[in-house]
């Protein structure tokens, strides 16, 4: 195998890698199965394959082999895709910063894939999809604030339709792609840490398996099958309920085990690159949703009445707050693992975070204004900006409209945080699938949001994306 331009591939089973120049070899008995994995550097993608009948665009390659083959990978410099939001920022554009009331402005819903400013904050927000006009049955939202809803190099993201479908969109374009074969449901979908072709799905509402779909291809093959490797004989579903993510790098999972009929049995942790049962632990009481930390050293479990970070073993419990509300885990600035959540019952109705670690608490800013409150979600996926968490509004009420009410905003993991307003989000609250419940991407360029933009209606509801200029986070 010879790999041409900024890039490697690596070769399973077997473990050879091979980079831009070098020539690798390996050998296997005939029929042997071998998948081939193309990294692109970054300013590079890949550009095709010989040798192989494999698509050029699709960056994981199986084969069995029945005689030798002479592999040629090739990666060509990557086109600089110039943002459709270039237009909106101008020189010197800065986040509004600070907790100042800002009015709603009212605005039309938007036509599709038509950038513009945000009349309050200048942030570019574009509406992704047309449901009426578009695969996604009845409505396109996105489905969670604690779900990537983003690839690894931003260039995609998918939407969840009223009907259970998973659809690919393009996040520059904002085309609609394909209807994703494989996941339907809660499937829980989590994107690869790093090739933004693959993501990774259980079956609806759990299973014993762990796929993983090429988003070009739409293509699906199981990677992890714990089918009769568990404590629990009548185990019939691992999954996390919903909100759960795994680690960063994808290598570290928690499940909730249950049988058939969502009895719960226990907890495991499965190191995916080993394929491996790192821990396991038995339980009665079914948690309302757990996760994998970003770092992978601690499994947090949401039981209903309060909330408990383990080790990766299962060990050393802390709880870490006496109920169970919304919330995610976050990095700090050093790479520690942070529990973000809201504490209705503290006067202040606080907005805090838990080092996972040393297990110190951190006020971040109350929410509990002038006699009102309000719903929240967090977002803690920017794995490559650490330091920051998306928080989104809905539902508030008691008083006078606040700095944070039915809006999307950033929030400093620190003492006496910085606080960037970003976007309204022009939503009627109308239940359930109208809560904006924004997902931000690994880098906090891009946002995700669901509206049903000032139509007061339960289910005719988009996706809208904010795009941030590099940098706005200071």
């Not at 309050?120 to 578009?134: G, S």
């Not at 049962?277 to 009481?285: P, Q």
């Amino acid at each position: 195998m010879q790999v041409q331009g900024g890039g490697t591939v690596s070769v399973q089973p077997g473990g050879v890698s091979c980079d831009d120049g070098s020539a690798c070899h390996e050998e296997y008995e005939p029929g042997t199965e071998v998948t081939l994995t193309a990294r692109a550097q970054p300013g590079y993608q890949l550009a095709g394959w010989t040798g192989v009948p494999c698509p050029a665009s699709s960056t994981t390659c199986t084969v069995a082999l029945e005689q030798p083959a002479s592999v040629t990978v090739q990666f060509a410099p990557q086109a600089t895709a110039r943002s459709a939001c270039a237009d909106i920022y101008k020189a010197g554009f800065n986040l509004v910063s600070g907790t100042a009331v800002h009015a709603i402005p009212s605005l039309p819903r938007p036509a599709k894939g038509q950038p513009f400013a945000d009349p309050t904050y200048k942030t570019c927000v574009v509406r992704v999809t047309d449901h009426a006009r578009e695969p996604p049955q009845d409505f396109a939202r996105n489905d969670y604030s604690r779900r990537q809803a983003f690839n690894a190099d931003g260039s995609r993201l998918i939407v969840y339709a009223y009907d259970g479908s998973w659809h690919l969109y393009d996040a520059n374009s904002y085309a609609h792609l394909r209807r994703l074969d494989g996941p339907a449901g809660d499937a829980e979908p989590q994107w690869h840490p790093t090739n933004p072709d693959l993501l990774y799905y259980l079956p609806t509402n759990g299973g014993l398996t762990v796929h993983e779909l090429n988003v070009s291809t739409n293509t699906s093959r199981v990677v992890g099958n714990l089918r009769g490797r568990l404590p629990w004989p009548d185990v019939a579903r691992l999954w996390t309920k919903s909100e759960g993510s795994p680690s960063a790098d994808a290598r570290y999972w928690a499940f909730m085990a249950e049988t058939s009929n969502f009895a719960p049995r226990g907890i495991v942790v499965w190191d995916r690159v080993t394929d491996t049962i790192v821990a396991t632990m038995d339980n009665n009481e079914r948690p309302d949703h757990l996760s994998m930390s970003p770092s992978g050293n601690h499994v947090v479990v949401s039981w209903l009445n309060r909330v408990v970070a383990y080790d990766r073993n299962l060990k050393n419990p802390r709880t870490l707050q006496a109920s169970s509300e919304h919330s995610d885990i976050a990095l700090a600035p050093n790479g520690d693992d942070v529990y973000v959540s809201v504490d209705y019952k503290a006067n202040d109705g606080a907005v805090f975070m838990v080092n996972l670690r040393t297990g110190e608490r951190t006020n971040l800013f109350p929410s509990y204004i002038s006699g009102t409150a309000t719903a929240m979600h967090f977002s803690g996926k920017a794995f490559d900006k650490p330091g920051w968490v998306l928080v989104s509004t809905y539902g508030n009420y008691g008083g006078a409209l606040q700095w944070l009410h039915r809006k999307i905003f950033a929030v400093q993991l620190a003492a006496n945080p910085k606080i960037y307003q970003i976007a309204h989000t022009h939503v009627v609250d109308n239940g359930y699938w109208t809560e904006p419940q924004a997902s931000v991407s690994r880098d906090f360029r891009k946002i995700l949001f669901t509206s049903n933009w000032e139509v007061n209606t339960n289910k005719d509801v988009d996706a809208y994306m904010i795009e941030l200029p590099e940098g706005a986070l200071k």
